[in-house]
């Protein structure tokens, strides 16, 4: 079964500073990779979508990247502001059935 | 707008009663999905409707069941059988063509059993 693994739990750093938050999964067979923001007490709003064939995928600040083979994502953040505290999580998409999540890294950036 | 809805956002149960979940989508999209999120958890599959009038247990689906009347609504319904069922719930749904699709997801509703 694939899983899933999200490091570290929880991360602060100053404003302005880059950081790359980390995603690992067992099995390389996906269709896609996601990253979600949540917000406490909030739903997960999509941040970026990797289809399997692609290396890397970019809006705005954010830029996610795909090593298929070696199971690993990261999610670079640049010029980090206090709004982008939030938990995020990355899910790959396997088969048509699922969604397998990590259980997230909460970020803190401060002012 | 398009989205989905989840409602109410804040439900509370007491011991041996049942109650139902509403989420609604106006997206179009064939399937939908329930999922459970507890602190220090991923999020966890209960349930999941590929098509109107279907529907497949996830990984978690004891004391819990759905319905797909419609294509827009997929209600989940919390019984007396689920022993813990204080959590935070998440709808989601999937436009057609799975592969390259990204996944939407509601605001959620936290439930509390009193």
């Known amino acids: 079964k694939q899983e899933v693994t999200q490091i570290p739990a929880a991360l602060s750093v100053p404003e302005g500073e880059n950081l790359v938050l980390n995603c690992s999964f067992t099995?390389?067979?996906?269709?896609?990779l996601q990253w979600f923001r949540q917000d406490p007490g909030k739903g997960l709003t999509s941040l970026l979508l990797?289809?399997?064939?692609?290396r890397e995928q970019t809006s705005g600040r954010l830029n996610a990247s795909l090593d298929k083979s070696s199971g690993r994502s990261t999610l670079y953040i640049a010029a980090s502001q206090p709004g982008d505290s939030a938990t995020y999580l990355c899910?790959?998409?396997?088969?048509?059935?699922?969604?397998?999540f990590g259980t997230g890294t909460r970020l803190t950036v401060i002012p | 707008d398009g989205g989905i809805t989840q409602s109410p956002k804040y439900l509370f149960r007491k011991e041996g009663q049942n109650v139902t979940l509403s989420c609604e989508q106006n997206?179009?999209?064939?399937?939908m999905y329930w999922y459970r999120q507890d602190p220090g958890q991923g999020l966890r599959l209960i349930y999941y409707?590929?098509?109107?009038?279907?529907?497949q247990k996830g990984d978690i689906a004891e004391g819990y069941s759905v319905s797909r009347e419609k294509k827009e609504s997929f209600p989940l319904t919390v019984t007396s059988a689920q022993k813990n069922p204080t959590a935070f719930y998440l709808c989601?749904?999937?436009?057609?063509?799975?592969?390259?699709?990204?996944?939407?997801f509601g605001q959620g509703t936290r439930l509390t059993v009193v």
């Open positions: 899910a790959v998409r396997v088969g048509a059935n699922n969604l397998f």
């Open positions: 099995d390389s067979a996906i269709y896609n």
């Open positions: 990797i289809q399997s064939s692609q």
């Open positions: 997206l179009n999209h064939d399937a």
């Open positions: 409707s590929q098509i109107v009038n279907d529907f």
């Open positions: 989601a749904s999937i436009p057609p063509g799975h592969r390259n699709t990204e996944a939407f």
